[in-house]
């Protein structure tokens, strides 16, 4: 569906409230720039760093999930936290963020619901197979023909195929069309398309996009023509981070249905930010594995849990970085209170707002990320409002944290190996 974020009949009401930070912000506009957007009816302007941190990024996001949530997210708010953070007025408008997001929020699923539901337009790239001074054409087992310039493509790069080999002697016998030779090939056109992209001499730089339900058929054909060089462009495209961020689990199948050992472990420490809990929800991707595999995999993210827990657990978290708020603030504890983590005293906004949801993360998700995405901050930041000296630094410190809290964690579990047998008895 189609939505136009920055309809001023969308957004009227939200916009026009004045008393938020960005709109009364005092200091400076050397420090903190205004910008008017002329697409609201609102013409009044408003600080940069909320349109640029937090505004612009909204409406990118929405074009791609357009509905409240989105606005909505502690991914979002913290952005437009951190944006705040150039401003010493509006570096603590953690609040104002927050209720705007609620008020927009509601006011874009109203919207939706109105918007009328537009089609898709697919979009295929013409192929350079259609080259009418091609040296032969490839018949795919799909009857698509090929058009392929032989003698170009191929001489200049090390790759010895079945291709070079007189017509005659390929599979086709010697049909001809328009003055070429057809060569019958096994492969469909989608395999045998995405090998000839993936021999042009220009895929060795900049290897062509391969989509991850074709990898395992093309994997197979550059094994069955001796493609080394191809052969490393799919493996390294199996688990490119595209495809590890979007289906760990089906990268890890696939690598596993292959045999591909490192493959496989690289997968399956993708896989560690899917919790096991949520594993059905990739019943398609689990069914194509061997129950070995799967075994082996939740296996390993058991021990992966315990080698996290066990850093989050101890005194780690206490000894990372130094001049933190969390153990530096001067406040009084009747104001700052004090509390037990899980291996050390500390304060509990910072224990009970990101220590123990970190630990409670980890446990399903034993990942560095865990502890690093910015949701995970949304509750400290608004358990540190109740201290002025806290909340002046919350957000700046734990930002800084969080990336040596997950580089410890990443470390420990780099130390759980996968068991993986090379060949499935
Ligand atoms: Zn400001
Ligand atoms: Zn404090």
Redesign the pocket.
Known sequence: PHFDTLDPTHVSEVFTRKDY??ET???SSN??PNISIPELKDEEAK?R?WVDGYLVPCQKQLEKRPNGKTVHADKMLVAGLLA?Q??????TCTSDIEVFAREWSKEIDKAVVKSPVKGYVVDIAPAPFDDPKAGIILRSSDDVDFRYKLLISLSSTSFKWTFALPPSHGEGGDETKEGLHVLQVKETALVLESILRLCHPASIRKPPVLELDAIKRVYLATKKYGMEEVEKIVRSALVSPRFLAASPLRSFGIACALRLAAEARIAATATLAISVEDWEKYLLDLEKMSGADAFHLQEYHRRCSKAALDIAHGDVPETLGEGFIWRVCRTDTSVCPVTDGPGFRGLKWWIDGYLLPCCKNLEKRPTGKSVEEDEMFSAALRKAQICPECNERSFVDLKKYAPLFGKAIDEAVAKVVLSFRLKLQ
């Open positions: 930070a960005w912000c005092g200091v420090i903190c600080a760093w705040a150039s401003c010493r007025s509006c570096k």
